[in-house]
């Protein structure tokens, strides 16, 4: 018995390492049971029932995007309609109104998302994160993109190279991402369709390939490619 605690509280700091998102409404929160197929956003038990904590709060795990909490599905709707209400779109999780039959239609597009990595030095100046003119004409052309399809997010993540400490270069993706964020909203892209997150040096893509690299000049810019900044955009034509 003693063994079968302590197992089960291991599971509990488990789950409770990986955060939380708040539904709606918790007073009395309701099984929400997944489909089971690809990235699942939220912690699941062996019936793939959404873990909550004893608030009805749903446990997210390292894979929860907005776009993931609006797309996974638990049985007909998303299951961000129950964990994440406020962030899932209303109109996916209502069910349509019962009508006359009608001419059969053609099928409702799906959502496609297309990742652009934009080089950050070509969007800001080194070690900064103002937007530089040539760095606001390529958003520029983004959001004109943005509005010829029906738009549900843009995702805007920023990336550093590895020189300077860890908390800088958080803080510094961070800034970059919130500038790009900042500039969309000002050419007219809804504030809440886009989401930002900085991941400071964790996910370079230069690997190895600059260790022998001497001298700071010639190694600022072999890590060139690790200075961006990646945006998703998810929407419908």
């Known amino acids: 018995m003693i063994k079968q605690t302590k197992k089960h509280m291991f599971v509990l700091a488990a789950i409770a390492s990986l955060g939380f998102s708040a539904p709606s409404a918790f007073a009395q929160a309701k099984d929400v049971v997944v489909d089971g197929k690809g990235e699942i956003p939220y912690v699941i038990d062996g019936r793939n029932v959404v ?7 749903c446990w997210r795990t390292g894979y929860w995007t907005p776009a993931a909490a609006s797309t996974a599905l638990a049985g007909q709707f998303p299951v961000g309609c129950e964990c994440d209400s406020d962030i899932v779109p209303k109109e996916k999780c209502t069910a349509p109104v019962a009508a006359a039959p009608a001419p059969a239609a053609a099928p409702a597009p799906k959502p496609t998302a297309d990742k652009i990595k934009l080089s950050a030095d070509a969007l800001f100046d080194f070690d900064k994160a103002v937007l530089k003119p040539e760095g606001m004409a390529k958003l520029d052309d983004l959001a004109a993109k943005s509005k010829q399809i029906k738009l549900e997010v843009i995702l805007a993540v920023g990336h550093t190279d590895r020189l300077g400490s860890d908390a800088y270069n958080q803080k510094l993706s961070e800034r970059r991402a919130a500038a790009v964020k900042t500039y969309l909203v000002s050419k007219g892209v809804e504030a809440n369709r886009v989401y930002t997150e900085g991941k400071g040096k964790k996910q370079p893509v230069t690997g190895t390939s ?28």
């Open 210 to 237: 600059c260790n022998n690299v001497k001298g700071r000049t010639a190694l600022i810019s072999c890590l060139q490619p690790d200075r961006r900044v990646e945006v998703e955009v998810i929407g419908s034509k």
């Open 51 to 57: 873990a909550r904590s004893g608030t009805g709060l």
